[in-house]
């Protein structure tokens, strides 16, 4: 058996085995690269000199690069889409920075003029330069692998022996056995043309396909998306609309008639924790029970909502994201009338679910005298209460609750027209009550318990049934399907063009001067690599098997029988 050489194809010079040149031609699709030089003067010759520099792939590449750096600064700096609050607050600590921030539209970088010109342009590079490789590969696939080169020897991977088989037989035998390992393979002439691996070129249309379904995933997904936050109490319920939602943000064009019809009802919230050990207080499930009706008649349905386990309505999924407590309060005036009675959810400071909040009394409250008047109590609980440690809860779990409260009168400021927090207390006009010693009016209550107003003002009372609340994001994200579909098939295209050669072997079998068969094998890849020859050492042994080789006419018949190896003739130019 002869040995396989492996070495680089040295240069044609010119009107020697041009065909050489065809031989290797087509083994990708990517464009010819121009020769260096100026383009032809007028509009069309430098249009298309930046249509060529944009469908290039260091101008894609640098244009992805661009990309990525240009959003950077998307998730250092708020967003005006996604944090009004944090602009704003931005906008008053960095005096400076914020007007060049502005011109610069960092503050709204994914719908800023330079990142969508960016985008625009990363977009036509990909198309243009898919489509021309596109078509091109079809032809390639509608066509044969070109003939062998007239000189086998010139190539990097050859191997030759001499047979007294048949050339016909040799190269019908090749034909099959190329065929078998799945190489397209026809006869062109006096040898057989093959050709394997269009599963790279494959590989990479798909990754480049890949990157544009991303895109328009990507765009598609920020001008038509949506979420809002719920806070929800046990018993409440909750409707799609864009009034229910205590918070809001969405799309450029997302507009209400895009939000799902649908409603549910939050039955119960169930929370446990780990009792002991190191991990005491971590909590082990987080659930909600809910309700829910798609549609506006839809029939009610009971689920289950859990952490990473969503609701999925339409194009909506609901999230649970948040939990806590809302103490039942009930209030009543000096005449014993009820001026206040309802569930008060307080925000979690901590692990532990220490949570403050307000309570705030707006209409219906008379004081002693019967003049109308506000009520404020700046409320903090302790689900955990444990004597000594006043300022925070030990466990999260309802085991010795305790709701402090710090008791307020006067006008609120809700009638001023200006928005305040629900969860906090505006104290400028409003009036401390005092406890018999004239400090602030300040107890501890446990389920239960009642605490009296001074001077005939009234009485606060902390119920024994407390409620839960937990929190939703209701986020309906069009074209994550086709932004996932996209990122896995560009991995797999990506690593197709990355492992997968594409290569060509030739076979050629023709009668000497002395009439024994010579047959010549040669294998040509896109790149030089080790597979190549390693491949078509295996293929010549495979046919050495069914085309032994044949003894010289000037060697000891008794040596052939020994030694049937056929004589190795190795490549122009190899080392010998």
Same mark, same amino acid.
């Given at each position: 058996?002869?040995?396989?050489? #492996?070495?680089?194809?040295?240069?044609?010079?010119?009107?020697?085995?041009?065909?050489?040149?065809?031989?290797?031609?087509?083994l990708?699709?990517?464009?010819?690269?121009?020769?260096?030089?100026?383009?032809?003067?007028? %509009?069309?010759?430098?249009?298309?000199?930046? =249509?060529?520099?944009?469908?290039?792939?260091?101008?894609?590449?640098?244009?992805?690069?661009?990309?990525?750096l240009?959003?950077?600064?998307?998730?250092?700096?708020?967003? !005006?889409?996604? #944090?009004? !609050?944090k *602009?704003?607050? @931005?906008?008053?600590?960095?005096? +400076?920075l914020?007007? *060049?921030?502005?011109?610069?539209g960092?503050f709204?970088?994914?719908?800023?003029?330079? @990142?969508?010109?960016?985008?625009?342009?990363?977009?036509?590079?990909?198309?243009?330069?898919?489509?021309?490789?596109?078509w091109?590969?079809?032809?390639q696939?509608?066509?044969?692998?070109?003939?062998?080169?007239?000189?086998?020897?010139?190539?990097?991977?050859?191997?030759?022996?001499?047979?007294?088989?048949?050339?016909?037989?040799? /190269?019908? $035998?090749?034909?099959?056995?190329l065929?078998?390992r /799945?190489?397209?393979?026809?006869?062109s002439?006096?040898?057989?043309?093959?050709?394997?691996?269009?599963?790279?070129?494959?590989?990479?249309?798909?990754?480049?396909?890949?990157?544009?379904v991303?895109?328009?995933?990507?765009?598609?997904?920020?001008?038509?998306?949506?979420?809002?936050?719920?806070?929800?109490?046990?018993?409440?319920?909750?409707?799609?609309?864009?009034?229910?939602?205590?918070?809001f943000?969405?799309?450029?064009?997302?507009?209400?008639?895009?939000?799902?019809?649908?409603?549910?009802?939050?039955?119960?919230?169930?929370? +446990?924790?780990?009792?002991?050990?190191?991990?005491?207080?971590?909590?082990?499930?987080?659930?909600? #029970?809910?309700?829910?009706?798609?549609?506006?008649?839809?029939?009610?349905?009971?689920?289950?909502?859990?952490?990473?386990?969503?609701?999925e309505?339409?194009g909506?999924?609901?999230?649970?994201?948040?939990?806590?407590?809302?103490?039942?309060i009930?209030?009543?005036?000096?005449?014993g009338?009820?001026?206040?009675?309802?569930?008060?959810?307080?925000?979690?400071?901590?692990?532990?679910? +220490?949570?403050?909040?307000?309570?705030?009394?707006?209409?219906?409250?008379?004081?002693?005298?019967?003049?109308?008047?506000?009520?404020?109590?700046q409320?903090f609980?302790?689900? !955990?209460?444990?004597?000594?440690?006043?300022?925070?809860?030990? @466990?999260?779990?309802?085991?010795?609750?305790?709701?402090?409260?710090?008791a307020?009168?006067?006008?609120?400021? *809700?009638?001023?027209?200006?928005?305040?927090?629900?969860?906090?207390? &505006?104290?400028? &006009?409003?009036?401390?009550?005092?406890?018999?010693?004239?400090?602030?009016?300040r107890e501890?209550?446990?389920?239960?318990?009642?605490?009296?107003?001074?001077?005939?003002?009234? !009485?606060?009372?902390?119920?024994?049934?407390?409620?839960?609340?937990?929190?939703?994001?209701?986020?309906?994200?069009?074209?994550?399907g086709?932004?996932l579909?996209?990122?896995?098939?560009?991995?797999?295209?990506?690593?197709?063009?990355?492992?997968?050669?594409?290569?060509?072997? =030739? %076979?050629?079998?023709?009668?000497?001067?002395?009439?024994?068969?010579?047959?010549?094998? $040669?294998?040509?890849g896109?790149?030089?690599?080790?597979k *190549?020859?390693?491949?078509?050492?295996?293929?010549?042994g495979?046919?050495?098997?069914?085309?032994?080789?044949?003894?010289?006419?000037?060697?000891?018949? $008794?040596?052939?029988?020994?030694s049937?190896?056929?004589?190795?003739?190795?490549?122009?130019?190899?080392?010998?």
């Amino acid at each position: 058996m002869s040995n396989t050489t #492996d070495k680089a194809t040295p240069a044609t010079p010119e009107g020697q085995d041009q065909d050489l040149g065809a031989a290797g031609s087509q083994l990708s699709t990517a464009p010819a690269e121009d020769a260096p030089g100026l383009p032809s003067l007028g %509009v069309i010759g430098w249009a298309r000199w930046f =249509w060529r520099q944009l469908t290039s792939m260091r101008v894609a590449l640098l244009l992805l690069l661009l990309l990525s750096l240009g959003a950077i600064p998307g998730s250092l700096i708020p967003q !005006t889409g996604i #944090d009004e !609050t944090k *602009v704003a607050q @931005f906008r008053k600590t960095h005096e +400076t920075l914020a007007p *060049v921030y502005d011109k610069l539209g960092l503050f709204n970088v994914y719908s800023s003029v330079w @990142f969508s010109a960016i985008y625009i342009l990363l977009f036509i590079s990909l198309i243009g330069c898919i489509i021309p490789r596109t078509w091109q590969f079809v032809g390639q696939l509608r066509g044969r692998p070109p003939g062998a080169p007239r000189r086998l020897t010139r190539l990097p991977a050859y191997t030759t022996w001499r047979t007294e088989a048949e050339p016909e037989q040799v /190269r019908e $035998a090749a034909l099959a056995l190329l065929k078998k390992r /799945r190489f397209r393979a026809h006869l062109s002439g006096d040898a057989v043309a093959a050709e394997k691996g269009y599963l790279r070129e494959v590989g990479n249309l798909a990754f480049h396909i890949a990157l544009i379904v991303m895109l328009i995933a990507f765009a598609w997904g920020q001008l038509f998306k949506s979420e809002g936050n719920k806070l929800i109490v046990e018993g409440d319920g909750f409707s799609n609309t864009l009034t229910q939602y205590d918070d809001f943000k969405s799309g450029s064009l997302f507009t209400q008639d895009d939000l799902d019809p649908f409603s549910f009802t939050l039955k119960n919230f169930k929370g +446990t924790y780990e009792a002991t050990g190191p991990n005491r207080g971590t909590p082990r499930t987080y659930e909600s #029970d809910l309700t829910y009706s798609a549609g506006a008649d839809g029939e009610e349905k009971n689920t289950t909502v859990k952490v990473n386990e969503p609701l999925e309505i339409g194009g909506s999924k609901v999230y649970l994201v948040s939990h806590g407590y809302a103490p039942v309060i009930t209030i009543r005036d000096g005449k014993g009338n009820e001026v206040f009675h309802d569930a008060v959810p307080l925000l979690p400071l901590d692990g532990n679910v +220490t949570s403050t909040g307000a309570i705030k009394v707006m209409d219906g409250y008379r004081d002693a005298k019967g003049e109308r008047e506000q009520l404020g109590f700046q409320a903090f609980f302790l689900p !955990t209460y444990v004597k000594g440690n006043e300022l925070s809860s030990e @466990f999260p779990a309802l085991l010795n609750p305790v709701l402090n409260l710090e008791a307020y009168h006067g006008d609120l400021g *809700v009638d001023s027209g200006i928005p305040q927090s629900v969860y906090q207390l &505006n104290k400028k &006009n409003l009036k401390g009550f005092k406890d018999a010693k004239g400090a602030q009016l300040r107890e501890n209550l446990k389920p239960g318990e009642t605490m009296k107003l001074p001077n005939g003002a009234g !009485t606060v009372t902390f119920e024994k049934g407390i409620k839960e609340w937990a929190g939703f994001q209701v986020a309906r994200q069009p074209g994550s399907g086709w932004a996932l579909a996209g990122a896995l098939a560009a991995i797999f295209g990506l690593a197709g063009s990355l492992f997968i050669q594409r290569r060509r072997v =030739w %076979v050629r079998a023709t009668a000497g001067a002395d009439g024994v068969t010579v047959v010549e094998m $040669a294998g040509l890849g896109r790149s030089e690599s080790a597979k *190549v020859p390693e491949e078509l050492g295996d293929l010549a042994g495979i046919l050495y098997e069914q085309a032994p080789g044949a003894p010289d006419a000037d060697d000891d018949p $008794a040596d052939s029988e020994a030694s049937p190896d056929p004589q190795v003739v190795p490549a122009e130019g190899a080392e010998k």
